[in-house]
């Protein structure tokens, strides 16, 4: 097998990650934290921690997160809430 092919199927095989963080006063179980694990099911692990409330302990929860899940490619993409679909 030649190596383009064993590279498709490994990055096939490895399932992609997506991090949604809610809002302050709202859950990991959320209306669009919910609506995106169900859209991605079986091609990518949505992660919807419920954040603490003072901002400081969420950046250290987000970051020891991160740092946790290693991700390949440090860089990300963010949507803000008020972009989203799903707002009420």
Request: proline share 7%; glycine share 4%; net charge neutral.
């Amino acid at each position: 097998m030649n190596l383009g092919i064993k590279k498709l199927i490994l990055e096939n095989l490895i399932m992609k990650k997506m991090l949604f963080l809610h809002g302050f006063y709202a859950s990991g179980q959320c209306v669009p934290a919910v609506a995106l694990q169900e859209a991605f099911e079986g091609r990518a692990e949505v992660l919807t921690p419920d954040l603490p409330m003072h901002p400081k302990e969420a950046i250290r929860f987000i970051r020891d997160l991160i740092d946790k899940e290693k991700p390949a490619d440090k860089s990300f993409t963010m949507q803000k809430n008020d972009e989203w679909p799903f707002t009420s």
